[in-house]
């Protein structure tokens, strides 16, 4: 396909991560909370802490422990951590609305960096502020 | 259930359940856990009686829901605040400047409606993101770049509507001026299109700004006379290359004739990127970081310097007081030609100037290239800039926010100056430092290609003592430059009554003709009422 019909095809396209909400129901919640992950929380917390600065961040928290900076390398957070922090923000990180990251897909994501299944959203909905 | 102020309870009720009608139940939010998550992150005023608490969102889908929720509004005099992607952070996010408005989030219309490769733009909804675009180019096998701002996830229209900028040539990088054609639902819920939107089965909305008559499109950006739902923007096609390079001044008086050559160099087209003033003796930059020698002497001392003790050591270790990044893009021998025409320039203009070979890359750019390189300069989004204000050596706690006071001065080595010397006697009585770049003296930004921002940003600290002084302090400093002509070019609406003010020729004439199109375009005063200052007559009224 040549590149002026790939142009032509994206028209009156949406952007591929959609925020309706309905997508995290329908697809695995291993892919979907990892999609959720990828497009909202991956520019910040990705390995490599020079170019992603909540891994900045992290590293010098969780210095001189053994605690791993990047989100995706952690094996002690829980879904209702992860709900905490997205719900309410912590430090220059914002809190997400729901526009932006439904509560289904925040089950998604809790679930895919907690290494858990997915939760009911009715158990972890209530969010406390993080500390500092 | 919170109520908008001027609404009975009543009417908020009837205008909520209007609302669920038009755009479903599950996106009018109303209960306080989720009404909160528009609060501004970083406001200044967190917890305090004076934060501009949100009383509901409403999250259209279409062009057709917002028009019917702007109507219903209208009708019950609901004050509604529309935004975009809500990520106007250090510039108010998405709370409103009027307590108690209702959030009309468009970010559920994140739809690109058009990519036109031959013609270089694109059309898209507000909800629309930096990484959104990024990656539908990409993905789609487009040789487009997008100009992107710091932080990528904000939205197209919603950056260019605060006069937002990123990096590219300054046609790209100036996101206002980048527009052509918007959409926008009027008070009433009238649909306009301006420029060749107006002319129905015209193939040139994104193709010719004016249309025929008053180009109309500057009073929708800073403003509050309609929702826009729709823009254009062109965009720059990929270019064979892209050089980076340097040129270095050693004396303080050298500054005034290095800006009139940057001046001649970029109004003549040669240099054509964004170019970067830096100081290697006072601070460094993202592209010519602070003299080794200067950072090891100020670890030796154990404290700050003045600025004569750092001109004193600069002197005797021949440390470049200036230093000029200037950036091309263009084919690769067009770009080493310009670049060795600046040389000449520099140096005729300021004996003693020396060079850099600067750094070349073609593009595509390779993975690898991707982590080395200043990501908006090649319109690639990121997140990077929330490494300043994050936990680290030098911020150990880590900040909460920060919240931005940008005045523009003249393109003049006088006015980087002498802007400096009144902003530092403020910020020191203040005891606030530019917490971003933890320096003194600032170097201006560049996004404009006719003016200088002195850009600076206070830490949000969730302390409200510490807080109150720095919001002191960013009121002092829009009063006190006033008085010198530097006035903000965007900024948080907690300021933004002091900021309009300080545009008083005439007895405010600027500011009393926006009120009288607000009262003409919006006489019931529902949208953004008190953005930039333009508060509608019934709370005009009130405010005396």
């Given amino acids: 396909m040549n590149r002026l019909m790939l142009i032509a095809a994206s028209i009156l396209a949406v952007p591929t991560f959609s925020v309706q909400g309905q997508a995290a129901d329908k697809a695995s919640t291993a892919s979907a909370g990892k999609h959720v992950y990828d497009h909202w929380c991956a520019p910040c917390h990705a390995a490599g802490g020079a170019h992603h600065p909540g891994t900045g961040a992290l590293a010098f928290k969780y210095k001189g422990e053994n605690i791993p900076a990047a989100l995706e390398q952690r094996t002690d957070l829980t879904p209702d951590v992860i709900k905490t922090f997205v719900r309410n923000g912590v430090s220059v990180m914002p809190m997400f609305r729901k526009t932006e990251i439904s509560d289904a897909q925040l089950d998604a994501l809790a679930a895919y960096l907690s290494h858990q299944p997915v939760k009911s959203p009715a158990t972890t909905r209530k969010a406390k502020r993080p500390p500092a | ?544």
Avoid at chain 2, 439 to 455: D, E, H, N
Wanted: proline share 6%; aromatic share 12%.
């Fill in chain 2, 1 to 544: 259930m919170r109520v908008s102020p001027g609404v009975s309870p009543a009417d908020m009720q009837a205008a909520l359940a209007e609302f669920q009608k038009i755009v479903g139940a599950e996106w009018v939010f109303t209960d306080e856990e989720d009404v909160d998550l528009y609060r501004d992150s970083y406001s200044i005023f967190w917890d305090q009686p004076e934060e501009r608490i949100v009383a509901a969102a409403v999250c259209p889908d279409s062009v057709d829901q917002v028009q019917a929720a702007v109507k219903v509004a209208n009708r019950y005099g609901i004050p509604i605040y529309p935004v975009s992607t809500g990520k106007n952070l250090g510039y108010g996010g998405s709370a409103p400047a009027y307590a108690g408005s209702v959030v009309l989030d468009l970010k559920r219309m994140n739809r690109i409606l058009r990519v036109d490769e031959d013609r270089g733009f694109v059309l898209v909804e507000p909800g629309v993101s930096y990484f959104d675009l990024y990656q539908h180019l990409r993905e789609t096998g487009s040789r487009l770049m997008v100009d992107v701002p710091d932080p990528g996830w904000g939205s197209l229209v919603g950056n260019s509507l605060d006069h937002g900028a990123g990096y590219l040539q300054p046609t790209y990088r100036n996101h206002f001026e980048s527009h052509c054609g918007m959409e926008v639902v009027l008070a009433d819920g009238t649909l306009l299109r301006t420029g060749m939107g107006a002319m129905p089965g015209a193939d040139s909305w994104q193709d010719f700004k004016f249309g025929v008559g008053p180009w109309i499109d500057g009073i929708f950006s800073q403003s509050n006379f309609g929702v826009v739902t729709k823009m254009g923007f062109w965009l720059m096609p990929e270019p064979e290359a892209h050089l980076e390079a340097n040129a270095f001044a050693y004396r303080f008086e050298d500054l005034s004739p290095m800006v009139n050559a940057l001046n001649y160099l970029e109004n003549t087209g040669v240099a054509n990127g964004m170019s970067f003033v830096t100081s290697p003796l006072y601070g460094g930059s993202s592209f010519v970081p602070r003299d080794q020698r200067v950072v090891d002497h100020l670890a030796g001392a154990g404290h700050d310097l003045s600025q004569e003790e750092l001109n004193a050591f600069a002197d005797a270790n021949k440390v470049p007081y200036w230093s000029m990044t200037l950036k091309f893009y263009g084919p690769e021998d067009a770009v080493r030609a310009n670049w060795n025409f600046c040389k000449k320039e520099f140096a005729k203009r300021v004996p003693g100037t020396t060079f850099d070979e600067g750094k070349l890359w073609r593009f595509p750019l390779t993975p690898e290239q991707h982590d080395e390189v200043h990501k908006p300069s090649f319109g690639i989004p990121s997140l990077e800039m929330f490494s300043r204000g994050a936990r680290s050596p030098n911020n150990p706690e880590g900040d909460w926010g920060h919240i931005w006071f940008a005045p523009i001065i003249p393109r003049t080595g006088e006015a980087i100056i002498e802007a400096n010397k009144v902003i530092s006697e403020i910020t020191a009585r203040f005891d606030r430092i530019d917490s971003l770049r933890r320096v003194k003296f600032s170097t201006p930004t560049t996004y404009w290609a006719r003016s200088f921002i002195l850009l600076f940003g206070f830490s949000i600290k969730r302390d409200p003592e510490y807080d109150r002084k720095t919001l002191e302090c960013l009121r002092t400093l829009i009063a006190e430059c006033a008085k010198h002509g530097w006035g903000e070019y965007r900024a948080s609406p907690v300021v933004h009554d002091n900021v309009a003010a300080a545009y008083s020729f005439n007895n405010n004439a600027l500011t009393r003709f926006h009120e009288r199109l607000k009262d003409a375009v919006d006489p019931n005063g529902i949208i953004s009422a008190g953005r930039y200052g333009i508060w509608p007559k019934h709370l005009r009224e009130k405010k005396g």
